[in-house]
């Protein structure tokens, strides 16, 4: 009994850990309090090659990859401004649809004016589906712009 007990108090405290750093940790964003505004994207959207695009306060932009994505495999995830939004900062967030694939999120990068950039890597399902969800959130000028691109992986 003296043996478990510290098992089961180191377990209850990573679980209790993981718990509150999903609530209150540094990749939940200080700007998950703010209204979310939804993007509207343009169908059909194809992420690879020719990428979705989207308007965001009447600017247009698109999010592409620069492969087709693939299980444990890094791409890149690239987010293209044709307008001078000012973005501060943008993440995009990898999930399948009713299934918990642990937290996939990438902080993109500006590259260039207009260019923002993340390298990305999937998990592996085993279930073996390849349907998943890339949500991108960005904010700029005190709006978080929201957006889901669904696509599957090969």
């Known amino acids: 009994m003296k043996q478990v007990l510290p098992i089961v108090l180191i377990a209850l405290t990573g679980v209790v850990g993981y718990w509150f750093a999903s609530q209150y940790g540094p990749w939940r964003g200080a700007d998950a309090d703010l209204n979310a505004v939804d993007l509207s994207i343009e169908r059909p959207c194809v992420l690879f090659p020719t990428g979705c695009k989207a308007v965001a306060a009447g600017d247009v932009f698109s999010l592409r990859f ?89």
Not at 67 to 89: C, G, I, M, W, Y
Not at 113 to 140: H, I, K, M, Q, Y
Request: hydrophobic fraction near 45%; charged fraction near 25%; proline fraction near 8%.
């Open 66 to 154: 620069d492969q087709p994505p693939q299980s444990l495999k890094p791409f890149k995830v690239v987010l293209a401004l044709d307008a001078p939004l000012p973005v501060e900062h943008a993440v995009v967030q990898f999930e399948m649809v009713g299934m918990d694939m642990g937290i996939n999120r990438f902080r993109l990068s500006k590259r260039a004016e207009g260019t923002w950039v993340a390298s990305a890597v999937l998990p592996v399902c085993s279930t073996g589906r390849s349907d998943w969800v890339v949500r991108l959130t960005f904010v700029s000028e005190g709006e978080r712009y929201v957006g889901e691109f669904p696509f599957e992986t090969r």
